[in-house]
DNA sequence: TATTTTGGTTACTATTAGGTAACTACAAAA
DNA sequence: TTTTGTAGTTACCTAATAGTAACCAAAATA
């Protein structure tokens, strides 16, 4: 799933290009934002993403330090994820790509978000 | 290459990733900077990237706008790349990056950049 | 008793991305 | 005459990623 070229590159640039630049990251950090928010949550609110993969990308965000996971011991079971500091920190880098989105692209059709 | 279910989104910012964030393109945007640089030069500075991949990546840049294409009508051919408005104005961001991984990363063994 | 609920995992398959090597054009230099 | 240089393209093959469907536990609910 992460490039070993990328994650074990000299350069830091390139590390963190290798942590975060995949195409469901940025979106999963963007609709977690500042809430703290259920997995069957994220599973409904995200357009065309797999539980599969899903599970598999929370758990690379949560190895690099961006997500914090927290398991209840119930059953059903229960578990809450939300931005650590890193994370959180993140969330004004996307905010800088949103504004240069509106910008620069070209007008599609619809101008609506896929989710609130 | 790239996903159809992000760049047809009706989610501006969910079009945003599927255009800049696969981990190649950051990685070019950045190398270019500033400067005008020539095809072989990008493949002699980009580590592990291959000839077939760079062109490609470098074609849908184009396509999105951030990247201009000079191509000389001489023999052997020389072809320039330099970003465009919108991606000289991705720059930022990726600076922005570079600050936020600093902060944040654990420190691995080396820090010496992969090209300068 | 059967069904629902939740957050996954697993096995299998399909799709996509990426790597490799060979090849192109043509001028200039050796 | 052969080699060199540039910026690719093409075909073929492999590796990585993603999708699908079935399955799990155990309590609560119908």
Redesign the interface.
């Known amino acids: 799933m992460r490039?070993d070229?990328?994650c074990n590159?000299?350069?830091?640039?390139?590390?963190?290009?290798?942590?975060?630049?995949?195409?469901w990251k940025?979106?999963i950090i963007?609709v977690i934002g500042t809430r703290t928010i259920r997995f069957g949550q994220l599973d409904a609110i995200i357009?065309?993403i797999s539980r599969k993969v899903l599970t598999e990308q929370l758990k690379e965000l949560e190895e690099d330090?961006l997500l914090e996971r927290l398991a209840y011991k119930e059953l059903p079971p229960r578990v809450e994820y939300k931005l650590s500091?890193?994370g959180l920190?993140?969330l004004?880098?996307?905010e800088?790509?949103?504004e240069?989105?509106?910008?620069?692209?070209?007008v599609?059709?619809?101008?609506?978000?896929?989710?609130k």
């Open positions: 490039d070229r990328f590159s000299n350069c830091p640039f390139t590390r963190a290009i290798g942590t975060i630049s995949n195409k940025p979106i963007n357009p065309h330090g500091e890193k920190a993140f004004p880098i996307l800088y790509i949103k240069w989105n509106s910008k620069y692209e070209i599609p059709i619809l101008e609506e978000p896929d989710y």
